[in-house]
């Protein structure tokens, strides 16, 4: 069975920088799916953050964290990062790592989800 575990949230302030990392188990990921981040925040509904295709040769960003926010793939270790930067407030969510058959920013096209990791990001 698939699974994917996120690692890395936790607290940071504005202007700081946290390393999500989302592991995959189970049959291996890397030569069949494209890999996303979104992220939830209370109250609102799941958005993507994120994407990255199965080679790594492809990326995808939403444009609130283009310029701050890198995503990239260690095929080896089938897991994926998501480096950020200059975190602001409105980046306090729980963040999700996916994987599905396509490249994609949409949720519906992914097939597999983590639990989800806590990103807190105080002013």
């Known amino acids: 069975q698939r699974q994917l575990v996120e690692s890395g949230g936790g607290l940071v302030q504005a202007g700081g920088s946290l390393r999500l990392s989302c592991a995959a188990s189970?049959?291996?990921?890397?030569?069949?799916?494209?890999m996303g981040w979104f992220r939830q925040a209370p109250g609102k509904e799941r958005e993507f953050v994120a994407a990255i295709s199965w080679s790594g040769g492809s990326t995808y960003y939403a444009d609130s964290v283009k310029g701050r926010f890198t995503i990239s793939r260690y095929n080896a270790k089938n897991t994926v990062y998501l480096q950020m930067s200059s975190l602001n407030p409105e980046g306090t969510a729980v963040y999700y790592c996916?994987?599905?058959?396509?490249?994609?920013?949409?949720?519906?096209?992914?097939?597999?989800w983590g639990q989800g990791t806590q990103v807190s990001v105080s002013s």
């Open positions: 189970g049959r291996p990921f890397s030569s069949t799916y494209a």
């Open positions: 996916a994987a599905g058959f396509i490249l994609s920013t949409m949720v519906h096209d992914y097939d597999y």
